[in-house]
T-cell receptor, first 113, second 111 residues
């Protein structure tokens, strides 16, 4: 049973378009992290959200934590080819660190020039 | 560069064999985590060590074992390998309460 469901699994869009990917769970998490992984590399942390309803922005990326702390979304505005990668969400049951992380299977994103 | 070093980068071995994967954490990080990544299961937590002691166990098979040495590097031992063990194996390290920094992974192919 996958505790964190990410959707869509695969997404291929044109440069300049907007997109949203989702991370859903039936469990309540104390924090949720988003990572990006490029081919041949390990995941790299993008952001950690801790408070229900919290919104964080990282340039063209907007992350939102659901009010009930069970789900999260990542919205990318005006996507660029450099945004291509595997986007992973990970939930933690305690604290905002690296202990006890449960990962979703990820969204494979391809931005075509 | 995350500062976490994993060797080897690629490993091809036969079924039934045993291999050892090595991880050097970032300088100063006491926690080391091992993960297995496959297409169908995603990134699965295997085991965590903190300052030489096992701290948490995830979906680690009995055929797999790990340890963390006094110099804080860690090794993941995989034995009686099966075709289904083919995957990317990642090591990550962190300081207490901080984010995880992942290495580049070891791609294991069992033939």
């Amino acid at each position: 049973t996958q505790l964190l469901e990410q959707s869509p699994q695969f997404l291929s869009i044109q440069e300049g378009e907007n997109l949203t990917v989702y991370c859903n769970s039936s469990s309540v998490f104390s924090s949720l992290q988003w990572y990006r992984q490029e081919p041949g590399e390990g995941p790299v942390l993008l952001v950690t959200v801790v408070t229900g309803g919290e919104v964080k922005k990282l340039k063209r990326l907007t992350f939102q934590f659901g009010d009930a702390r069970k789900d999260s979304s990542l919205h990318i505005t005006a996507a660029q080819p450099g945004d291509t990668g595997l986007y992973l969400c990970a939930g933690a049951y305690s604290g905002g660190g690296a202990d006890g992380l449960t990962f979703g299977k990820g969204t494979h994103l391809i931005i075509q020039p | 560069d995350s500062g976490v070093t994993q060797t080897p980068k690629h490993l091809i071995t036969a079924t039934g064999q045993r291999v050892t994967l090595r991880c050097s954490p970032r300088s100063g990080d006491l926690s080391v985590y091992w993960y297995q990544q496959s297409l169908d299961q995603g990134l699965q937590f295997l085991i965590q060590y903190y300052n030489g002691e096992e701290r948490a166990k995830g979906n680690i098979l009995e055929r797999f074992s790990a340890q963390q040495f006094p110099d804080l590097h860690s090794e993941l031992n995989l034995s009686s390998l099966e075709l289904g063990d083919s995957a990317l194996y990642f090591c990550a390290s962190s300081s207490r309460g901080s984010e995880a920094f992942f290495g580049q992974g070891t791609r294991l192919t069992v033939v």
